[in-house]
């Protein structure tokens, strides 16, 4: 028999699955759309290799095996603008029912999180296995045995980060009016030493010393990586030191922020 408040986690999740049901035909356009890039990377980096066989320890298969990798990441572990919709509840004082509840809202929110990346990856499976058979040959020096536990576990901690620092974003809501500028700002940030420009490994030594400090490149170029084999040994226990240092980080400073807003939030609307 399961508890009260386990039963209560169990029909918040249930209830983001279903709704997050809704909008199936959006995620599966989602996922078809993120291959676009996918081809403008094949054909860059097919000139960049000619006349060469390796770039910065990357071969041209690698390198493209990195970037279709980084789409299953992305997949599995990218918010749904959860940000914005966090912020429009205190804005617009949707979460004034949840607070006379016995409800922890930063849990709602990662319930619906959860039940929204669980939802996206079922309908991902059948592109994302389509894609797999049509370019499986740029996985054909992967050691997957040896390299996917490990990768599943940093795309734990990878989906882990972008919640709790989409959650600590948001929550600037309770200062200022709009978030967006600031979310824009960091997001391009995060996306280009994120390892989605370039792989982190294949930027200049100072630059990837900075990512490596940063939580960015711990969200996708990790667990990207450690797939295909390019973290290992040593880099790869120190790099989940850092990836679940963050997650610490970001959990704890969430809920400092939360605690605090509240102590100025206004009850106003719904």
Same mark, same amino acid.
């Given at each position: 028999?399961?508890?009260?408040?386990?039963?209560?986690?169990?029909?918040? $999740?249930?209830?983001?699955?279903?709704?997050?049901?809704?909008?199936?035909?959006?995620?599966?356009?989602?996922?078809?759309?993120?291959?676009?890039?996918?081809?403008?990377?094949?054909?860059?980096?097919?000139?960049? +290799?000619? =006349?060469?066989?390796? $770039?910065?320890?990357?071969? $041209?298969?690698? !390198?493209?095996? *990195?970037?279709?990798?980084? @789409?299953? &990441?992305?997949?599995?572990?990218?918010?749904?603008?959860?940000?914005?919709?966090?912020?429009?509840? @205190?804005?617009?004082?949707?979460?004034?029912?949840?607070?006379?509840?016995?409800?922890?809202?930063?849990?709602?929110?990662?319930?619906?999180?959860?039940?929204?990346?669980?939802?996206?990856?079922?309908?991902?499976? &059948?592109?994302?296995?389509?894609? !797999?058979? %049509?370019?499986?040959?740029?996985?054909?020096?992967?050691? %997957?045995? #040896?390299?996917?536990?490990?990768?599943?576990?940093?795309?734990?901690?990878?989906?882990?980060?972008?919640?709790?620092?989409?959650?600590?974003?948001? !929550? @600037?809501?309770?200062?200022?009016?709009?978030?967006?500028?600031?979310?824009?700002?960091?997001?391009?940030?995060?996306?280009?030493?994120?390892?989605?420009? +370039?792989? &982190?490994?294949?930027?200049?030594?100072?630059?990837?010393?900075?990512?490596?400090?940063?939580? +960015?490149?711990?969200?996708?170029?990790?667990? #990207?990586?450690?797939?295909? =084999?390019?973290?290992?040994?040593? #880099?790869?226990?120190?790099?989940?030191?850092?990836? %679940?240092?963050?997650?610490?980080?970001? *959990?704890?400073?969430?809920?400092?922020? %939360?605690?605090?807003?509240?102590?100025?939030?206004?009850? &106003?609307?719904?």
């Amino acid at each position: 028999m399961l508890t009260a408040p386990l039963r209560l986690q169990v029909q918040i $999740f249930n209830l983001g699955v279903q709704s997050n049901l809704i909008y199936r035909w959006n995620f599966l356009l989602r996922v078809l759309v993120s291959f676009v890039p996918l081809l403008g990377s094949v054909f860059l980096w097919n000139a960049v +290799f000619t =006349g060469q066989k390796t $770039f910065a320890n990357y071969t $041209f298969t690698s !390198m493209v095996a *990195y970037f279709i990798t980084l @789409i299953i &990441v992305d997949t599995l572990t990218v918010p749904n603008e959860d940000d914005f919709q966090i912020a429009e509840d @205190i804005r617009e004082g949707r979460i004034n029912a949840l607070l006379l509840k016995p409800i922890d809202y930063r849990l709602y929110r990662f319930h619906l999180f959860a039940a929204a990346r669980l939802v996206h990856a079922a309908f991902a499976v &059948v592109p994302l296995a389509l894609a !797999m058979i %049509w370019l499986g040959r740029y996985y054909a020096d992967v050691p %997957w045995a #040896a390299n996917l536990p490990w990768a599943l576990l940093a795309i734990v901690g990878a989906g882990m980060i972008q919640f709790f620092f989409c959650f600590t974003l948001a !929550m @600037i809501a309770f200062w200022i009016l709009d978030i967006g500028s600031i979310t824009f700002i960091i997001y391009s940030i995060e996306f280009l030493l994120g390892g989605h420009i +370039f792989p &982190v490994d294949a930027l200049p030594p100072w630059l990837q010393d900075v990512c490596n400090c940063l939580p +960015f490149a711990y969200e996708t170029y990790f667990p #990207a990586a450690i797939l295909i =084999g390019h973290v290992h040994g040593a #880099a790869m226990a120190w790099g989940f030191v850092w990836q %679940w240092a963050w997650v610490g980080f970001f *959990y704890i400073l969430s809920g400092i922020l %939360w605690k605090r807003g509240l102590y100025q939030y206004t009850a &106003v609307g719904g």
